[in-house]
């Protein structure tokens, strides 16, 4: 066995990886590596000894076997203070590998193509990488091993001081490793559950990425951390901010929930947000329209609220939005002079999130003690086929337009929930009660004299007729609902009984 120093560079991501050989060779290290690898530093003027070299083996059936080979893992595997390894070894005529530089095939970024083949997908599977990497993490006491070219100046410059690095920071560098090798598993795990259409398989393997810590949680005690789905193009997580303050935990949900809200329209809308319930929503057949209607929704809630909408933000916009304290603004876009005006206003935080097409089946996953609920996302469009009228009285068309943008905005409001809209606007939001009219009367007393010709929205059926009660005495005119109570017929007598129209949907948006 050769006393030198031995490093195994092998690595599809090749970012600094000239610069961190160089640097090797500069302490000693022999330096074996594998088929591009290879080319790239030998290119780079470097003396490379090749892995079927080390092995004695041809690298064969186009490179899927070159690195599992005993006189690799052998190398790696070898515990230093073990003297029965160490004669083994000598025995055997294996040398020891003291560094170990790989990361694997790009099979998250092949199986991102939306043109992806199957055979393309199985070809990036990478099977000696993670091997390769398991090993040398699981001897991190005698092994280095790296896996992130951001941690390549830090090995580099505690080896050119100690010729090694300290056995915590190879404890680190391993467990990065067995994230790195669990994560890529995952992938192939989640890639190839989707092909065979399982939808909840025996064992869920999920990746997620951190995109920032966070200050702290919903309360100042609490520590929190922002990850986005690794896996997934949707949502917030892509989200680019121009402006402001970093996010904080509750303006992340606030947002995401004004967000949900915006994908259900295809015209202008503008929806405030407060503590994951809507308290305004405005249409207009312009965003500065639709944001007055949502401002006037609920001028006190608003404040310090979250604002977001499906359109560019121009500046007339911009000008209105300035004079209100709001601590996000989320948009497609925002005009150039909406930014100069914004970007006045120091800790506001500006968002762009650009639209989306929502995949079908979209999951979400709510964590509980010990474990996580998963479902699918409540994408449920209203099919108007499937909507009834149960009264004697039909809503007029402008009546069923405002139902229609009623339930859209119900679906999102906690349950038990009530929306009362008038003229393109909600004016009443009834949120997370424990009884349905109790909902109502909240939603009621909001709307005040604006519950005159309004209409209402339930997210659940009527088990009694006193919602239809309270909202007769407030001078609603029309009702959209599931239906599907035992006691509909109570419900729909009461409507009669004040001429209010009213509609099933057979859909129910229950919001825990």
Known sequence: MTNKRRAIISVSDKQGVVEFASNLKELGYEIISTGGTRKKLEQAGFDVTAISDLTGFPEIMDGRVKTLHPKVFAGLLAVRENNKHLEQLQEQGIGLIDLVVVNLYPFKDTISKPDVTWEEAIENIDIGGPSMLRAAAKNYQDVIVVVDPADYPIVIEQLKQDRDIDLEFKKQLAAKVFRHTAAYDSYIAQYFTKQTNELFPEKLTLTYERVQELRYGENPHQKAAFYRQALSEQGLAKAKQFHGKELSYNNIQDTNAAWEIVKEFNQPVVVAVKHMNPCGVGLGNSLIEAFNRAYEADPISIFGGIVATNQEIDEETALRMKDIFLEVIIAPKFSK??????????????????????????????????????????????DMEDIKVVTERTPTEEELQQLLFAWKVVKHVKSNAIVIVKGEQTVGVGAGQMNRVGAAKIAIEQAGEKAKGSVMASDAFFPMPDTVQEAAKAGVTAIIQPGGSIRDEDSIAEANKHGIAMIFTGVRHFKH
């Open 337 to 382: 002079a909406a930014l100069d005006i914004l970007t006045n206003k120091k800790n506001i935080r500006l968002l762009e999130l650009s639209d989306e097409k929502m995949e079908i089946r979209t999951q979400k996953l709510t964590s509980v003690t010990g474990g996580i609920l998963i479902q699918d996302e409540d994408y449920k469009k209203l």
